[in-house]
Each structure stands twice: as structure tokens, then as C-alpha cells.
């Protein structure tokens, strides 16, 4: 189904009924309501963009509210998880939370060991980042694990090389663009913030929308921007402008 349609994959983080200021939270009220747009796009004839659902960081809300809602709509997302935190970060889901979902029939992929950024690793701690971090997912589910999402969207050459040399196949960017099937191993995603209307995420699906290619315009200045400041001056700059604090992905917008 829907195998020579573009794909458009949306990123989410955490969830809380009643929503919050916090730009990564979505309301529990509007993730439903975005499902349910979903569910009409994927029915739909002639539909522009094919959506599919992923999640990053493994926050406990994917579990306790994301889950059930997911589930009642016979929607399967991919939950991106920072293997470092399950069991140990406050917040963040444990073992037997992540053996439930993986069961329940939703896709288990790995975000790093730490959340570090991978384009300041070392070549032994993208080892770690990259490949004890598979191993460790792999043996813990019982499951093969083949897909990564890098943390805070950052990546290089040498990154992309690691995750090949790691055994992953399929690596999950915050690079807002659609993906044709087999397009390659490094997918485009758009993250959705909680104060995103549902009449704009609809209006990115529509047949000629240029909505997209204006976003992975603004995409690639910022990228370059990061590139000429640096991550740590970008990030501060970022806060500064945004009166927040850099955030666990770097103080980025796109994790
Ligand atoms: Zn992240």
C-alpha cells in the first residue's frame, strides 16, 4: 500500500494532556487529532504525501499517552530511543516499558547512547554512540534493531560512514522533505511542535504544496549558520533569541 507515493515522516518527542509552552510537547487532544488526519490522508485517493509517525528520545509519554492513541487508530510509529537513559533518566521509559511497546507491535530504533551530538564524537565513541547502543537495544528486545535517529539531526560523512559500519540502514534526519521509497539510507523527517496548527500540517500533504520546500529551504540556511558559528555559539544565540534554555538537543528546534 502506498508503495509509489513520496513519504512525508513526522517527528515527535513528548507528549502531555493540555499541551505546554514548551515547543517539543504536543497536547494529547491534538496528537489525537493529527492521527485522525493521518488515518484520512493514508484513505485518501491521489493523496499528495504518504504520513508516517516517528518518535525521538523515548520520553515516558510515548508509552503512557502516544501508545493507546497510536494503537486505537491501528497506527504503527518508530520510537527512536537514547538506550543511555532507559532504566536511568527520570522521565524516560525502562526496559519492561520498552519490551510492551516493542510487543504491541510499534518499532523499536536506537538515538545514541548519551544524546551526544555525533559529528563531536571520536571514532571509539561513535562506537559506543553507534553500535552499543544497537547491540545493547538488540539483546534487551530480542529483536533485530536497523534504524537510528541521530541525535539533534547532526551528522557528517564520517557519521553516515559509522552508521553503515554499525549496521544501520535506514538513518532518521530532522531534514524537513518527503522520501520516495528506496531513496536511501538517510530519510528526512519535519518535527512538529505543539504549536503547529492542524490545518497547516494538512495543508504539507496536499497535492503541489510547496509548504515543504520552503521549510527545507529555511532548514539548510540554519544548517549553514551552525556550520559558520559553531554548535555552542548557535545554541546560546538560539536561547537568547527564543528567552530559553538550550534544551537537551543542543538548543536546536530540530532534534
Ligand atoms: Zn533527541
Redesign the pocket.
Known amino acids: 500500500m502506498g508503495s509509489l507515493l513520496r513519504r512525508l515522516y513526522l517527528l515527535y518527542?513528548e507528549l502531555r494532556p493540555g499541551g505546554s509552552s514548551y515547543s517539543y510537547v504536543v497536547g494529547t487532544g491534538m496528537f489525537e487529532r493529527q492521527m485522525d488526519l493521518y488515518v484520512q490522508l493514508r484513505k485518501t485517493e491521489n493523496s499528495g504525501l504518504w504520513p508516517e509517525i516517528t518518535f525521538?528520545?523515548g520520553h515516558i509519554s510515548n508509552i503512557e499517552f502516544a501508545a493507546p492513541i497510536l494503537e486505537s487508530r491501528g497506527l504503527v510509529a518508530r520510537f527512536?530511543i537514547?538506550v543511555g537513559w532507559t532504566g536511568k533518566k527520570a522521565g524516560y521509559m525502562g526496559w519492561p516499558e520498552l519490551r510492551s511497546l516493542h510487543e504491541s507491535g510499534q518499532t523499536i530504533g536506537a538515538?545514541?547512547w548519551t544524546?551526544t551530538l555525533l559529528t563531536h564524537c571520536s571514532e571509539k565513541e561513535l562506537q559506543v554512540e553507534l553500535g552499543d547502543a544497537r547491540r545493547t537495544l538488540e539483546d534487551k528486545l530480542g529483536a533485530s534493531v536497523t534504524t537510528m535517529?541521530l541525535?539533534?539531526g547532526r551528522y557528517n560523512r564520517r557519521v553516515l560512514a559509522a552508521c553503515a559500519e554499525a549496521g544501520y540502514t535506514q538513518i532518521y534526519a530532522s531534514i524537513p522533505r518527503a522520501e520516495s521509497d528506496g531513496s536511501g539510507p538517510l530519510i528526512g523527517r519535519l518535527n512538529i511542535r505543539g504549536d503547529m496548527q492542524l490545518a497547516w500540517i494538512a495543508s504539507l500533504f496536499e497535492p503541489g504544496s510547496t509548504v515543504l520546500s520552503s521549510l527545507e529551504r529555511q532548514y539548510r540556511v540554519k544548517a549553514a549558520a551552525k556550520t559558520l558559528l559553531g554548535d555552542r555559539m548557535y545554541a546560546r544565540l538560539w536561547a537568547a533569541l527564543n528567552r530559553k534554555e538550550p534544551d537537551?538537543?543542543g538548543g536546536d528546534d530540530a532534534?
Open positions: 518527542h525521538d528520545d527512536f537514547t538515538h545514541g544524546h535517529s541525535p539533534g537537551t538537543d532534534v
